[in-house]
């Protein structure tokens, strides 16, 4: 659901906490992302197994709201990249530019997609359907 600028989103308390969650876990997800890309700040997996944590537990919360779309981007960010950095990992054994640059590349992507996505929450616009 696309909403226009003009459009007044009304929010109850269901949709103000899941917004809420969203923030948290696009913030986390940001901690994550930037710190993959810059190399000497490593804030670690943890925080991002955080917010796949709270993503997946609270996903079902959302069901039916423009926010689903958000807990599905998010959810399937992080498999797809977390899939990509292990694709990649030979390359680190094997030679440790190609494997720096695809990681960078990946990281890359991934900051993009929390960044847009935080962007969209903020404008309460849903998130695209995967194709």
Do not use: C
């Not at 103000?16 to 876990?25: A, D, K, P, Y």
């Not at 960078?104 to 998130?127: E, Q, T």
């Amino acid at each position: 659901m696309n909403n226009n600028v003009n459009d007044v989103i009304e929010m109850d308390d269901r949709q103000n906490s899941l917004r809420t969650i969203g923030h948290i876990s696009y913030l986390l997800h940001t901690i994550v992302a930037v710190g993959a890309v810059i190399p000497s700040f490593q804030p670690g997996v943890a925080l991002l197994i955080v917010a796949f944590i709270i993503d997946v537990i609270k996903k079902d919360d959302a069901t039916g709201t423009w926010q689903e779309s958000h807990f599905r981007w998010r959810i399937r960010s992080v498999l797809w990249a977390g899939g990509l950095y292990l694709l990649t990992l030979p390359l680190w054994f094997l030679l440790i530019v190609p494997g720096w640059i695809a990681w960078v590349a990946i990281s890359i992507w991934f900051l993009y997609r929390v960044v847009h996505g935080w962007m969209n929450l903020n404008k309460g616009i849903a998130m695209p359907l995967p194709q």
